[in-house]
T-cell receptor, first 108, second 113 residues
Framework: TQLLEQSPQFLSIQEGENLTVYCNSS?????LQWYRQEPGEGPVLLVT?????EVKKLKRLTFQFGDARKDSSLHITAAQPGDTGLYLC????????FGAGTTVTVRA | DAGVTQSPTHLIKTRGQHVTLRCSPI?????VSWYQQVLGQGPQFIFQ???????GRGNFPDRFSARQFPNYSSELNVNALLLGDSALYLC????????????FGPGTRLLVL
């Protein structure tokens, strides 16, 4: 049973556009994390969210954590080709439970 | 500071063989976890070790085993390899509990023929 569902599965946009990726969990975890992974490499930690309602910003990336701590979103403003990659959300209870990921392609 | 390192980067084995994958965590990190990622999916948890003791195990057969050494480095062993074991094997380390993220190595790409 998939604990975390991500949507959409694929996203292709033009440079300069905005995008949002969603992550919904059937369970409440101690924290939720977002990672970005490029082909053949390990995931890179972007952010950890802990508190319901929390909003974190990392340059053009905005992360929101739902009040019930079961859903989260990642919003990218003015996407650039360098934002291309697989975006993964993961619930953390000492072990990480990952969603299947959203493949984002930003066309120049 | 050096990040998580893994060796080898790539490996080709045949069915029935065994393989040992190695991981060195970030300096000061005492927790090491192993994940398997097959193409098109998110990583799946295999093991977690903390202070040289197994603290968690995922839904993997007994052919998979691991250990952590006094210097906190770790090995993942897989016996009697199957074609389905072909995957990217990732090691991650963390400093403390789940409110701090895990830091992944580049992975070992295993191909079983």
């Amino acid at each position: 049973t998939q604990l975390l569902e991500q949507s959409p599965q694929f996203l292709s946009i033009q440079e300069g556009e905005n995008l949002t990726v969603y992550c919904n969990s059937s369970s409440v975890f101690s924290s939720l994390q977002w990672y970005r992974q490029e082909p053949g490499e390990g995931p890179v930690l972007l952010v950890t969210v802990v508190t319901g309602g929390e909003v974190k910003k990392l340059k053009r990336l905005t992360f929101q954590f739902g009040d019930a701590r079961k859903d989260s979103s990642l919003h990218i403003t003015a996407a650039q080709p360098g934002d291309t990659g697989l975006y993964l959300c993961a619930g953390d209870d000492y072990k990480l439970s990952f969603g299947a990921g959203t493949t984002v392609t930003v066309r120049a | 500071d050096a990040g998580v390192t893994q060796s080898p980067t790539h490996l080709i084995k045949t069915r029935g063989q065994h393989v040992t994958l190695r991981c060195s965590p970030i300096s000061g990190h005492k927790s090491v976890s192993w994940y398997q990622q097959v193409l098109g999916q998110g990583p799946q948890f295999i093991f977690q070790y903390y202070e040289k003791e197994e603290r968690g195990r995922g839904n993997f057969p007994d052919r998979f085993s691991a250990r952590q050494f006094p210097n906190y480095s770790s090995e993942l062993n897989v016996n009697a390899l199957l074609l389905g074991d072909s995957a990217l094997y990732l090691c991650a380390s963390r400093l403390a509990g789940p409110q701090q993220g895990q830091y992944f190595g580049p992975g070992t790409r295993l191909l079983v023929l």
